[in-house]
């Protein structure tokens, strides 16, 4: 009998909705073009998505200009050296096999890539937010698997990613700037779920402490720092 997700990685590996109509509608032909899939390719889910989940993080799309992802340590990635060497440091984990062991999976809300450095930015971010409402029932199947897992606590990263989830879970807030924890209901399960401004925003660097001290909180304590409730 084929799992859950066995069937969302096969579906996910045979997806070529993005360069259908994003790719096509954006940035014309689509014979010009061919979309990475890390995911898939670095058999992310198999390897990497731990038997018991404790903490998602959810990501917006991967980047066009870098080849970078999280899971692959081969080339460095600029999400996977924050978390791992600054805003989680408290865990000392020291690469993403440790992530793991500590119950923790990051995801992105696009699961594909078109990597073009040369792209215009009016382009990119149509093609991006393209691609992530296009992706957005795969994400709510993988966090019907994931939650199925034990899921504790989930942690969004920016606007685009809140975008998705917020098209489902109602109860979250229309921008990433209304830090907080909020509760959404997966698998008759109900989450804390952490919104917070994507690490790479002008807003979390400018208040990169109080950053690091909420999500720690979160984390560590299922709840916000007293400084910051009070």
Known sequence: ????????????????????????RYLGEVSGHSLENPFIELDVYRKYLPERVKHLFIAEPLSFRWRSSFYDE???????????????????????????????????VAKCRLFMPEIGEKERRNTVRCMSYMCRNFLYRELEI????GLEGIVVFG??????????????????????????????????????????SLQ??????????I????????????????
């Open 1 to 24: 009998m084929v799992s859950k997700l066995d069937e969302f990685v096969s579906d996910l590996s045979r997806c070529r909705r993005c360069l259908r109509e994003c790719v096509a």
């Open 159 to 200: 606007n685009l990613a809140l975008e998705s989830l917020r098209a489902k879970y109602r109860s979250l807030p229309r921008s990433s700037l209304r830090i907080g924890i909020y509760e959404v209901e997966i698998a008759g399960r109900k989450i804390k779920t952490l919104v917070m401004p994507h690490p790479s």
């Open 146 to 149: 994931i939650a199925e897992r």
């Open 74 to 108: 081969s080339i460095e990635d600029y999400m996977r050296h924050l978390l791992l060497n600054e805003y989680l440091v408290d865990f000392k984990l020291r690469d993403i096999n440790d992530f793991m062991k500590r119950g923790m999976f990051l995801t992105n």
């Open 215 to 230: 999500l720690r909180s979160f984390l560590m304590k299922g709840r916000l720092p007293e400084s910051i409730v009070d």
């Open 204 to 213: 979390f660097k400018k208040y990169y402490i109080e950053m690091y001290v």
